[in-house]
């Protein structure tokens, strides 16, 4: 019967409003307005039908009254609908609340494009107890979410402080090449593929290439996507990663770390400052607290030490002894345990890549750090790198790796070397670190990793 009498129900628009986006919309209250955007809520009762929509800028409250009810449009309508909505802003009533402070009362509206209900409906595809796997198929529908929305804004504040940072202390922004024929950080994690007959790879990282426009530019960064085959499934790795590379000259390795500890305190300060952003940290991450500076500094010695009188042992159950890796287990929970970021340093040159510079009292450890932080473990790796010609000639024979690919990174240390050293953050571990996020792959946009690289 509503439907019959739905059908003669037609709503005419003045045309008389002033088109907005919604973030703008408590700028205008007492005006009316149009704007577009997708149903996130309906909630249809007796006599007004609440709507909020959103629109990529905000979210707003939408009241529907009288013939804008009654209408088929309304009888049909579904959330993740394409709408078109005029009324007037007005102030949310006292006592209540809505985002922004304000509701539009709707006199004319019209779907778009109008999403499906029944069995194929938005709310029925996504659920909490939606199986991981299906979840993943289903990234696209999953980034309409609050949380998963909430993640991607904070990660471009994010980007946009680093570069800000980065732009403070005059370090130029360059794009390296993703498709290159050396690699990096060890021949395990390379993905290989064919180009022009030639062999080339995904690059692992884009140090080499900083490295190498430190004579013209001075320091430089770069956020570029690395890309890892790692073969384990494990809440920190992902197959491709923002890495956010930086490569500073003349520098000792207490500036490195200086450096790195002022950049991820000032990006916090940043994003703090913020109150949109703020307020995501704090509804996701409530117990998040700025790290204190300094960062511990606890050398790689010093940890097998903690490690061993805090029983945290390797993965078959024996002790650590010096010259281990510290396995990703045992590094989470002795940072958890001591609960604030640490920077662990000087790691041993059997453990690390062939560039890294050697300590000068204790040739076998070099000067490396890790910064570790609770829920994730290892955020950043970096290193003071080779200077002297013939050390980096015998780095690549001990890691067994061919010079002739390397002919124009060696050719830095022939035409002018200097002391240098860099880092590398992993955008999704900083991430998932401040938001709080179980894995990495909520921090990506649509993450990569073993077996998954669709959508
Ligand atoms: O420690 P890594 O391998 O260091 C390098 O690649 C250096 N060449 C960087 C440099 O000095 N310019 O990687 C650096 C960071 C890690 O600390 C981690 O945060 C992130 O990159 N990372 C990954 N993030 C997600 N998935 C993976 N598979 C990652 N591998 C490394």
Redesign the pocket.
């Known amino acids: 019967k509503r439907r019959e009498e739905a059908k003669g129900v037609g709503l005419v628009d003045s045309g008389d409003a002033t088109k907005s986006k919604i973030f703008a919309l408590p700028d205008l209250i007492g005006k009316r307005v149009q704007f577009q955007g997708w149903v996130h809520r309906y909630r249809p009762q007796k006599t007004n039908y609440f709507l909020v929509i959103r629109d990529g800028t905000g979210f707003v409250q939408c009241i529907l009254t009288g013939d804008c009810i009654r209408t088929t449009d309304a009888l049909d309508l579904t959330v993740e609908s394409t709408v078109e909505i005029s009324g007037k802003v007005e102030k949310v009533k006292e006592g209540q609340s809505a985002p922004g402070g304000i509701e539009v009362v709707v006199d004319y509206w019209k779907i778009i494009g109008l999403a499906p209900g029944g069995d194929d409906a938005f709310e029925g595809r996504l659920r909490i107890d939606t199986d991981p796997s299906i979840r993943a198929d289903l990234r696209h529908l999953e980034l309409r979410g609050e949380t998963a929305t909430s993640v991607m804004r904070v990660r471009a504040a994010l980007l946009r402080a680093f570069r800000d940072r980065f732009h403070a202390r005059r370090v130029i922004e360059v794009t390296p090449p993703c498709m290159v024929q050396t690699s ?2 060890g021949g395990s ?1 390379l993905f290989e593929f064919d180009y022009y007959g030639a062999k080339a790879y995904l690059t ?4 080499l290439y ?1 490295e190498t426009v430190l004579p013209s530019l001075g320091d430089v960064y770069c956020i570029q996507e ?1 890309f ?1 085959a ?1 073969k384990s499934l494990t809440r ?4 491709e ?1 923002t ?1 956010l ?3 500073l000259v003349f520098i000792k390795f207490k500036d490195l770390l200086d450096h790195i500890e002022g950049m991820i305190c000032e990006v916090v300060d940043v994003l703090l400052a913020d109150p949109s952003t703020a307020e995501i940290i704090h509804t996701l991450h409530p117990e998040f607290k700025p790290p204190q500076r300094p960062f511990m500094r606890l050398d790689y010695r010093d940890a097998i030490t903690y490690l061993n009188e805090h029983d945290i042992t390797k993965e078959d159950g024996t002790p650590h002894v010096i010259g281990d890796d510290i396995a990703e287990a045992a590094e989470r929970k002795m940072t958890d345990q001591i609960g604030r970021p640490i920077m662990l340093i000087h790691f041993p040159k059997i453990l690390k ?1 062939f560039y890294m510079k050697a300590l000068s009292d204790a040739p076998e450890f070099t000067e490396s750090v ?2 570790l932080v609770p829920g994730v473990g ?6 003071m790198r080779i200077s002297d010609l013939e050390e980096l000639i015998a780095g690549y024979k001990r890691e067994g790796i061919p010079m002739e690919p390397y002919y124009w990174f060696t050719d830095q240390r022939k035409y002018g070397t200097t002391e240098h050293g ?5 955008v ?3 991430l998932a670190w401040l938001l709080k996020r179980y894995t ?1 792959r909520e921090c990506s946009l649509y993450p990569r990793w073993m077996g998954r690289a669709t959508p």
């Open positions: 990096v950080e994690t692992q990282s884009s140090q900083l690395s890892r790692e920190r790795h992902l197959s990663y890495h590379e930086a490569e890549s890790d910064v290892e955020v950043v790796g970096g290193s860099g880092y590398g953050l992993g999704e571990r900083f990495v």
